[in-house]
């Protein structure tokens, strides 16, 4: 028993030098495990795993193996939980790059992944595709993700002040307009995208000038009315009227 168990040590220690290499071999790590039982060489993956702490590489190194192992053994199950660690190690690795907090949305639940949604909307480097990819992998309703993601273009086209009170300059408008043009053009239907639209104009700075214009736009053209919305064209002439006076 107490040679099993220096066995079983030896093989730990091998498959977590393997794997914090840069570019680790997942076929040695699948032989060592073979000299093992299921059993043991599952609790063996746990283990190292704990050890790995918040590293997301070692952990996406870690899951592809683990999932490889439980493929070739027809262990469903298992395979499914390291195929679930690999997808949130994923992420948890891109949204380190991106400066995005993510231990609470690594272990915690939807909650916690749609607090780290609405964090990567109003990140400037991520596009709608990587948004619905994120939505797609966590199980996050698109029109969901999408709605976020058009409030927060919406609010980059309110006005800023600096310290001293002067009008910071404007970000590229044509370019958030195309931005939310394209979200607008994923909805599931145009139900859900008109709601959105209605709640926004409610909720939005009446100072936002462009983002009210682009939104009374949107519900003009909506499609799930198939009309112009009359009480939205009185508001929609004074907003016209507020930018003139800006300007």
């Known amino acids: 028993a107490k040679m099993g168990q ?7 220690q091998l498959i977590q030098r393997v794997l914090q290499e840069p570019l680790p071999d997942p076929k040695l790590c699948l032989g060592l495990l073979a000299l093992q039982d299921s059993r043991t060489a599952l609790s063996l993956l746990a283990k190292i795993n704990t050890s790995f702490g918040q590293d997301y590489r070692k952990m996406i190194s870690l899951s592809l193996v683990g999932h490889q192992f439980c493929r070739l053994n027809k262990l469903g199950k298992q395979a499914d939980q390291f195929l679930d660690l690999y997808i949130r190690s994923s992420w948890g690795k891109k949204a380190a790059l991106m400066e995005v907090p993510f231990k609470s949305a690594f272990t915690g639940s939807v909650k916690e992944k749609l607090d780290a949604l609405e964090k990567l909307v109003v990140h400037p480097q991520v596009g709608v595709e990587t948004l619905l990819q994120y939505s797609t992998a966590f ?16 609010r980059r086209m309110e006005p800023s002040l600096a310290d001293n009170a002067d009008i910071l300059p404007q970000p590229d408008l044509a370019d958030i307009c195309e931005r939310v043009e394209a979200a607008w053009s994923l909805f599931s239907s145009p139900q859900p995208l008109f709601q959105h639209l209605v709640d926004e104009v409610g909720s939005v700075s009446p100072y936002n000038y462009e983002g009210l214009e682009v939104l009374l736009r949107g519900i003009q053209q909506s499609r799930f ?3 112009v919305v009359p009480e939205y064209i ?6 016209q009227i507020g930018r003139a006076s800006c300007r």
């Open 225 to 227: 009315t198939g009309k």
């Open 139 to 154: 199980k996050i309703d698109s029109d969901r993700t999408l709605i976020l993601y058009s409030a927060a273009l919406i």
């Open 234 to 239: 009185d508001r929609a002439s004074r907003i």
């Open 6 to 12: 220096v066995k079983v040590n030896l093989v730990s």
